[in-house]
């Protein structure tokens, strides 16, 4: 090999006047040093042995998901010494190193977002020495669903499947089809989402994270919805009422028991745990609020519920409380606590047919979020700040709501034109593509530390 010449940046062997080194060093000691003469005159002015290689890669940057097409040559492998045994590839769509042709072409599909790195290698007896190393990257893909603030949102699509969908991901139920008229339940289980619904054989169906669904054959009330909650780790309980009328209670650990307690027909429960176990908040026999306390059992409020709405219901941190808020029959807002028998206006007119939704921040503030007498989703926390989204709901459609994972809230609802809609505190409100069943509500949840 002539002295003259120079190897490319990134071509050509790095370790090339290693190789040709070993080459000539072969030499050496067939002749001996006393002989240079003669040893500089065996050698070839232009040796074969010149390991070259080169990657190509098209694109240079894709979106995870996409593929690209790795395109190798290598030339001047022969009368090396020590001889070259093998040309290596690693990298995504390769063995990490897999022996591969002098040239040649493979698409592959890169699994990671980042930087994906493929590096050429040629193989002596002695080891591997590098040819080339080249690079694409790999973007995240664009997010499904803006505005999740990194919870997760249960709803009936279009066609009427029960759907979680979250950030980055849709999964859709393996069962059958949301009941029309009723609404599917999210929740936090463990680090993951559970989901309720009733199916259109009129039975209660729970949802886990992968989307497999379980018809559990326990027999719901015309038009009703359940509602799940955590229990702790990865047990849950969903409150739903049944076919008889009555408020019954399954726990993932132990089966269902009825509560034995009347409901009123066409609605629907709500549930939540505290520190001593769940409590529900549903609309009695008579069409007033009441409650399953898991410490008292039963309790009973005088305060009727506007016809054909539900009440909501969250826990306070560090107790056995809760607190439930509620449409009263004058289509005001109202709510209550575990602490009181009285309830308590709030100033706020609500959409007739609809329902609130609550959830409890840091610190034990509360918010609800509610459809409000004009027609738009509007918030109101514990320390009687409301918030107007101005943005509109489908009417007989009801909102839900979550913490954010940064921080506030973050409501969902039906918009008027069946897509999903959603607002974040600070952010503001961000359409959906999401297209929903007609008339129906989705459920907000948001992992959290389960801590009650």
């Known amino acids: 090999m002539s002295k003259s010449r120079t190897a490319r940046a990134g071509s050509r062997l790095a370790g090339a006047a290693a190789v040709l080194a070993l080459a000539l060093g072969g030499l050496a000691a067939t002749v001996g040093p006393a002989d240079a003469a003669t040893r500089a005159a065996a050698t070839p002015a232009d040796s074969p042995c010149d390991p070259v290689g080169n990657i190509n890669l098209a694109p240079v940057s894709i979106t995870l998901g996409g593929q690209v097409t790795v395109q190798w040559t290598t030339r001047g492998l022969t009368g090396c010494n020590p001889a070259i045994t093998s040309v290596l590839m690693s990298g995504p769509g390769f063995d990490s190193p897999e022996q591969v042709s002098a040239s040649g072409s493979r698409t592959v599909t890169p699994t990671q977002a980042g930087t994906a790195v493929w590096t050429l290698d040629v193989a002596t007896r002695l080891g591997q020495t ?26 009936a699509d279009s066609s009427g499947t029960e759907t979680k969908a979250e950030t980055n991901s849709i999964t859709a139920s393996s069962g059958l089809h949301v009941m029309s008229g009723t609404n599917p339940s999210l929740y936090n289980v463990g680090q993951d989402y559970e989901g309720a619904y009733q199916g259109t054989n009129g039975d209660l169906w729970i949802v886990d994270s992968a989307g497999t669904a379980t018809d559990l054959g326990l027999g719901m009330a015309a038009g009703t919805s359940p509602s799940i909650t955590t ?71 005088t305060a009727p519920v506007a016809p054909g709405t539900s009440p909501a219901i969250t826990f306070v941190v560090g107790g056995d409380s809760y607190r439930i808020a509620y449409q009263a029959p004058d289509h ?62 489908l009417a007989g459609t009801s909102p839900s709501i979550a913490p954010a994972a940064g921080g506030g809230v973050v409501a969902v609802w039906d918009d008027i034109n069946s897509h999903l809609g959603t607002f974040v505190t600070g952010t503001g409100v961000t359409p959906t593509p999401l297209v929903m069943a007609g008339g129906s509500s989705p459920s907000m949840a948001q992992i959290d530390n389960g801590v009650r």
Do not use: C
């Open 231 to 301: 229990t702790g780790g990865t047990n849950f309980a969903v409150a739903f009422q049944a076919n008889t009328g009555q408020l019954w209670l399954y726990r993932s650990q132990t089966g269902a028991a009825s509560l034995k307690l009347p409901m009123a027909p066409g609605t629907s429960p709500s549930a939540t745990l505290t520190r001593s176990g769940v409590a529900v908040a549903y609309v009695g026999q008579n069409g007033k609020l009441s409650v399953f306390d898991p410490v008292l059992g039963f309790g009973g409020y």
């Open 130 to 155: 590098q040819l080339d190393q080249q690079s694409t990257t790999v973007n995240p893909p664009p997010p499904v669903v803006n505005g999740l603030a990194g919870g997760a949102v249960g709803f």
């Open 332 to 393: 005001t807002l109202r709510t209550t606590d575990s602490t009181t028998a009285q309830t308590f206006a709030t100033g706020q007119t609500m959409a007739t047919g609809s329902s609130p939704a609550m959830t409890t921040l840091s610190g034990n503030q509360t918010v609800i979020a509610f459809g409000g007498s004009d027609g738009t989703i509007r918030t109101l926390s514990s320390t009687g700040a409301v918030t107007g989204t101005n943005a509109q709901f």
